[in-house]
């Protein structure tokens, strides 16, 4: 808990001392207001009693505050009534103007600072989740980064931006209050306080209850977002499958959790508040009842009964606050938490040498060994071993789950191998920085993302500052020029969010015009023309091979058509390389090569004599 107290004052950054500034303005704010009940005082007991007893009562009294005053205000005599009270308003209107220009200043500094530590805390944490390792985003839901990344920033802005004064403002008018009531009469003051410690007890054993309580909720709200993010992101097939019943049940039972919960959370409230109110009324009572007391037994005056009244009334309301504030602070500290649970998780290890030449695109595996879980004994890939020569292109094959995706991530550095090295132009790519190694191969994925933005900003991704001629070249090669026209707005279409409104192929080819566009010195291609007819295809190869026949290429397909243009295959099931070799070498072969090209081809045939039989 004090860890996450360090981190809540370390939010404030460079902008803390002005914030330290702001509670100083603060303070002594109070103090001031802490002067108005004097006043009354002093009118009371000393001016009022004076011209009522035609001067033989009303001296000031011994008190600090009262000779302070005594000391300002004109001598009392008969003749000067007119002046004292207006020397009595003057001060009184210049103690509250100088309150509000107080509490204006002190406002002022706190929200400025308070609005400015946020923003660099949304910026620190969305910037730290840019740099963290793609298995990271394998154990938690984008739903549940997303709630933290919005939800607890917002709880922690409301805690800085009016908690932590409210708590200094609770702190300074309880001390300020009592100290002038201890100036007058100690025995009532501590009178007057008596329950304070029931009061603080049960607000920080209520203040543990809704740390443990809010976290829970935080966690079932983090259920509920990654439901709803999932839903929407799979809003086609939900309705393609006619199963937007299932997904409301889903929904209404998650939040069904969340309920029981949030009415376990206000339970809570509902039994503190009303405890709360009645110590804290029952303290004004023993206080009122003592005052009467001590005012009939002559220990304090009137005017001295007033101030305590004031007084009283000024602590009631901070000690009703400390649960409050303390509910505030617990959410704050669970918020707190769960960011630092984000920020405190490592980053990817980006540093390493420069690039400062383009790759000449030689490409070896040496004994590469991986596995996604540390805890399981299987493989994903075992003892691969492989080279690609400078500007040969050359095509992975496989069932589902043989490794081919797995290779293309170890090569850019999204993950690191567990057993044996990978090398570019003779050199491990460990030793590269991980952004430039990034940026020097050309990755387009069988699942292209598409940003909601036009369809020439997606191209133009990788350098906004494209000029026109680049993107439309881009555009081409990927085929995606020729259907421009059926686009609304040709390349100014918006595409909206993950590129809905584009067709698959449209959504492929918008991909692999946006990778062209970096000019790779490396293209890997995961089977990007599967949503594409056989024309386009081989339409978007030729397009490749005129402008991209230097560059080192690997492609992955389960299309034969897609793998012929390689100039050698290698075939991987469950991890290991099991063929090499060119397309015609496999082709007589027995394996997984030829029964593929077989049942493509036999495939192929029946749909042919089909559209024959149909035209006659």
Do not use: C
Request: aromatic letters at 10%; a negative charge.
């Amino acid at each position: 808990m004090i860890k996450n107290f360090q981190r809540l004052y370390g939010l404030l950054g460079r902008w803390k001392w002005k914030y330290l500034s702001a509670a100083a303005l603060l303070i002594l704010a109070i103090f001031v207001r802490n002067l108005e009940p004097k006043i009354l005082q002093i009118t009371v007991d000393n001016v009022v009693t004076y011209y009522q007893s035609d001067g033989s009562n009303g001296q000031f009294g011994d008190d600090f505050f009262s000779k302070l005053f005594y000391w300002v205000l004109p001598e009392l005599t008969a003749e000067n009534l007119t002046v004292i009270l207006l020397t009595l308003g003057l001060i009184y209107v210049v103690i509250s103007l100088l309150r509000g220009g107080l509490l204006i200043s002190s406002h002022t500094l706190k929200a400025a600072s308070s609005e400015k530590s946020v923003k660099h805390l949304r910026d620190k944490l969305f910037a730290h989740i840019q740099k963290l390792p793609l298995e990271y985003f394998n154990r938690i839901s984008k739903g549940e980064l997303i709630q933290r990344s919005t939800g607890d920033i917002d709880t922690i802005r409301n805690f800085i931006l009016g908690d932590v004064v409210e708590l200094v403002r609770v702190t300074a008018i309880f001390v300020f209050a009592f100290i002038m009531m201890f100036d007058i009469d100690p025995v009532y003051a501590f009178i007057s306080v008596a329950l304070s410690p029931l009061i603080i007890g049960s607000s920080y054993i209520f203040f543990k209850r809704e740390r443990v309580v809010w976290e829970k909720h935080e966690e079932e709200a983090d259920k509920l977002n990654a439901i709803v993010q999932e839903n929407l992101n799979g809003i086609r097939v939900v309705q393609a499958f006619a199963n937007e019943q299932f997904e409301i049940d889903k929904f209404d039972r998650q939040n069904r959790e969340k309920l029981a919960i949030g009415i376990k959370h206000n339970r809570l409230h509902t039994f503190f508040w009303p405890l709360s109110d009645l110590l804290v009324n029952l303290q004004i009572i023993v206080s009122i009842m003592a005052g009467g007391y001590f005012a009939i037994q002559h220990q304090i005056t009137i005017g001295e009964l007033i101030s305590f009244y004031a007084y009283i009334l000024m602590i009631a309301w901070p000690m009703r606050q400390v649960g409050r504030v303390l509910s505030k602070i617990g959410m704050a500290l669970v918020a707190t938490s769960r960011i630092y649970d984000i920020l405190d998780a490592e980053k990817e290890p980006l540093d390493g040498k420069g690039i400062y030449r383009r790759f000449i695109g030689e490409i070896e595996f040496r004994n590469v060994s991986f596995k996604y879980d540390d805890n399981s004994e299987e493989y994903t890939l075992k003892d691969v071993s492989f080279l690609v020569r400078p500007g040969e292109k050359m095509a992975l094959i496989g069932p589902t789950g043989s490794g081919k995706s797995t290779i293309i991530k170890l090569l850019a550095g999204l993950y690191e191998p567990d057993e044996g090295e990978i090398f570019i132009d003779g050199q491990n790519i460990r030793q590269f920085a991980r952004q430039e190694l990034r940026q020097r191969l050309g990755i387009v994925l069988q699942t292209p993302f598409l940003f909601s933005t036009t369809v020439k900003e997606n191209i133009a991704y990788a350098d906004p500052e494209m000029n026109e001629d680049d993107i439309v070249t881009s555009a081409k090669t990927a085929q995606l020029h020729n259907v421009r026209d059926s686009l609304p707005d040709g390349y100014e279409t918006l595409v909206g969010e993950k590129g809905v409104t584009l067709s698959g192929g449209q959504k492929q080819r918008v991909a692999l015009a946006r990778t062209l566009a970096s000019r790779p010195d490396i293209l890997v291609l995961d089977d990007v023309t599967s949503a594409v007819d056989t024309h386009t295809e081989h339409a978007i190869f030729s397009a490749l091979e005129n402008r991209m026949d230097s560059i080192t290429t690997i492609i992955i397909s389960h299309r034969i058509t897609s793998i012929q243009q390689a100039d050698r295959v290698i075939v991987l099931d469950n991890g290991r390389i099991v063929q090499e070799g060119s397309y015609y070498d496999l082709e007589r072969i027995d394996g997984y090569y030829r029964q593929i090209n077989e049942i493509q081809t036999s495939l192929e045939s029946e749909i042919l004599d089909d559209m024959a039989l149909k035209k006659e």
